[in-house]
């Protein structure tokens, strides 16, 4: 079956970036700043969720109010940043961007003026028509609205487009304007909770573009 759905968004962090290791690691810098426990890999991909401040208040067992959110995130990204260069591309990402037949473009929660050239040090941005990150000073929101404003750039409506992603935000971004969505397993979000989910799930993001390719 072929799809009617002929463009292609793409997830960076934890999809064609493979920088789990890095984002507990980083994770756990800012836990520990608050006097935090240290959260593994394992416990990381079972409980992350957005907003993001929700996460850090269950770990942390207190409320955290913007303020509070605001100087965790910055401990996160100084520690992201300084370990950004031991970070790969998934093991099969360039093979997947390759087999996807139409347009692509990559929307990141990741800050957009550090995405861009990052993704260009990849040798990936003449793959993609597009490359949004996260316009503003804090993040850890929801996917939705900047997905939104990633399609009107593109002159795209939700129902010629297909998103992956790894993880519940970007299918539920995906929902949210008419897309669908293909959920990878090798990034942050527990693969047993994306299976429950009405989305195909895919181990590789070959898999994924290829149950993409059967979407309509």
Not at 18 to 41: E, I, R, W
Not at 58 to 72: N, S, V
Not at 74 to 96: E, N, P, Q, V
Request: aromatic share 8%; hydrophobic share 45%.
């Amino acid at each position: 079956m072929t799809s009617t759905r002929r463009h292609l968004v793409w997830d960076w962090n934890g999809t064609l970036l493979n920088d789990l290791d890095l984002v507990v690691k980083a994770t756990n810098a800012a836990f520990a700043s608050a006097g935090g426990p240290a959260v593994t890999s394992e416990e990381h991909r079972v409980r992350f969720r957005r907003p993001i401040a929700d996460y850090y208040a269950e770990m942390l067992g207190r409320a955290i109010d913007a303020e509070a959110f605001g100087a965790l995130d910055r401990i996160f990204h100084d520690a992201y940043r300084a370990g950004l260069a031991s970070c790969t591309l998934a093991d099969d990402a360039t093979a997947a961007i390759d087999a996807w037949p139409g347009s692509q473009s990559l929307l990141s929660m990741w800050f957009h003026d550090e995405l861009v050239p990052t993704v260009h040090t990849y040798g990936l941005t003449p793959h993609f028509t597009r490359v949004d990150g996260l316009r503003a000073q804090v993040g850890g929101g929801p996917k939705a609205e900047w997905l939104e404003k990633h399609l009107a750039e593109l002159g795209l409506t939700g129902r010629e487009v297909v998103l992956i992603g790894d993880s519940m935000d970007d299918a539920d971004a995906a929902v949210s304007v008419g897309a669908r969505c293909v959920l990878y397993a090798g990034g942050f979000s527990d693969p047993a909770r994306l299976r429950t989910s009405p989305h195909p799930v895919a181990d590789t993001l070959t898999g994924a573009v290829t149950l993409a390719r059967t979407l309509r």
